[in-house]
């Protein structure tokens, strides 16, 4: 049992980890076996993510005066949060890959990104998005697309003078 002091620091803890994170997404872990979870943690860790299980009461208490506080609000039932504080699809990947290899066992259950509530459906679609330095690959090869063609185009034009074949 937790007394007093202990269950105010927990919950100072959780409310940085709230003000801290770009977005918050609930899940659970039960029946799994403990090295399954620690790997679970592990990849959420890994993807700038952390992974907390408390009490229900604690998570609420929490998330009071905050962006996220409806996500806690009367929560029933066993619960994970995961704590995304850079990539925030990374860490839902994170959860569906666990979602898909533990069904039944690891479910996604909604949470908030920047403030806006999610459903699970939602949170399965951010999951399913590319993660950061994808979609940054993406934007920077579509801008440097032009510049290459056109740098192409002028090595072409290059090779046929050389080669005298070139008709203007």
Known sequence: MLNR???EAIISDLKQKIEKSQAVFLTNLVGLQSNDAVRIRKNVRDAKGMLVITRNSLFERAAQGTE?????????GPHAAAFAYEDAAAVAKCL????????????????????????????????NLPG???????????????ASSFVRLLNTIKEEKEKGTLKV
């Open 96 to 127: 569906k890959q666990a979602s898909e290899e533990f069904e039944g066992l690891v479910t996604m259950k909604g949470g908030a990104l920047e403030g806006k509530l999610l459903t699970a459906a939602e949170l399965k679609q951010l999951a």
């Open 132 to 146: 950061r330095d994808q979609m940054l690959a993406t934007v920077l090869a579509g801008m440097m697309a032009p």
């Open 5 to 7: 002091s202990e269950k």
């Open 68 to 76: 996220v506080e409806s996500v806690f609000k009367s929560l029933k």
